[in-house]
T-cell receptor, first 109, second 118 residues
Framework: RKEVEQDPGPFNVPEGATVAFNCTYS??????FFWYRQDCRKEPKLLMS???SGNEDGRFTAQLNRASQYISLLIRDSKLSDSATYLC??????????FGPGTSLSVIP | DARVTQTPRDKVTEMGQEVTMRCQPI?????VFWYRQTMMQGLELLAY????????DSGMPKDRFSAEMPDATLATLKIQPSEPRDSAVYFC????????????????FGPGTRLTVL
C-alpha cells in the first residue's frame, strides 16, 4: 500500500459545480498536511495547509480526519481556472514529505 | 518576487552522457529538495539538504546520481552515466525550515528541468 493515496481521476465537472477530493495516508504519526496544485507542465504550488480544525480559503475547504487518516479538499463554484492536478502532501516526521499521485480536475464550460 | 531558478529548462542527451542540473534556491531558504516526476511514478523525493548538509538521499539511485550544495546559493544534481529510464522532469524546491520544528514551511518549486535521455 502506498503511503499517500488519492482518488483516481480524472474528475470532469461543469462550471459552478462542487467537487471533493479525498486523500488517505498510512502513517498515523503524520504531522502536517497540505494540498498543492499543479498546472499542466508547471511546477507544484501550495494551495493550502490543512489544519486539525479544518480551514477554508474562499471557495476551497480542507478537512482533516486523524482517526480515519484522511484529508479532503472541497471546491465550490468551480471555475475553468481550477482545472489542474491536485496533490495531497503529508509530512510524516522531521522534513520527510510525501506527495500523493495527484487527482486531475477538468472544469468544463 | 523571489523564486527558485533551475537550469537548464530542457535537456536532451544520449544514453551514457553526464547530465548536471542546477538549482538556485530562494535567498535565505535553508532547505533544498530534489524531486523527480514521471507519469508512472508521480513526484518522488530524491534528496534534500538542510544548511547545505545532505539529510536524506535514500530516494536517489546511488550508483549514478549525486547531489551537492557547493554553497548556499547553488544545488546540483548530477547523473553519470544517464539512462533512458532517467527521462523525467526534475524539480528543485526550497523552504525555510526550522531546525527544531517538525513542521516545514511551504516548499517553493522551481520550473523544473525536463530531461530526455535517448
Amino acid at each position: 500500500r502506498k503511503e499517500v493515496e488519492q482518488d483516481p481521476g480524472p474528475f470532469n465537472v461543469p462550471e459552478g459545480a462542487t467537487v471533493a477530493f479525498n486523500c488517505t495516508y498510512s502513517n498515523s504519526a503524520s504531522q502536517s498536511f497540505f494540498w498543492y496544485r499543479q498546472d499542466c507542465r508547471k511546477e507544484p504550488k501550495l494551495l493550502m495547509s490543512v489544519y486539525s480544525s479544518g480551514n477554508e480559503d474562499g471557495r476551497f475547504t480542507a478537512q482533516l480526519n486523524r482517526a480515519s487518516q484522511y484529508i479532503s479538499l472541497l471546491i465550490r463554484d468551480s471555475k475553468l481556472s481550477d482545472s489542474a492536478t491536485y496533490l495531497c502532501v503529508v509530512k510524516t516526521s522531521y522534513d520527510k514529505v510525501i506527495f500523493g499521485p495527484g487527482t486531475s480536475l477538468s472544469v468544463i464550460p | 518576487d523571489a523564486r527558485v531558478t533551475q537550469t537548464p529548462r530542457d535537456k536532451v542527451t544520449e544514453m551514457g552522457q553526464e547530465v548536471t542540473m542546477r538549482c538556485q534556491p530562494i535567498l535565505g531558504h535553508n532547505t533544498v529538495f530534489w524531486y523527480r516526476q514521471t507519469m508512472m511514478q508521480g513526484l518522488e523525493l530524491l534528496a534534500y539538504f538542510r544548511n547545505r548538509a545532505p539529510l536524506d538521499d535514500s530516494g536517489m539511485p546511488k550508483d549514478r546520481f549525486s547531489a551537492e550544495m557547493p554553497d548556499a546559493t547553488l544545488a546540483t544534481l548530477k547523473i553519470q552515466p544517464s539512462e533512458p529510464r532517467d527521462s523525467a522532469v526534475y524539480f528543485c524546491a526550497s523552504a525555510l525550515g526550522a531546525l527544531d520544528s517538525v513542521y516545514t514551511d511551504t516548499q517553493y518549486f522551481g520550473p523544473g528541468t525536463r530531461l530526455t535521455v535517448l
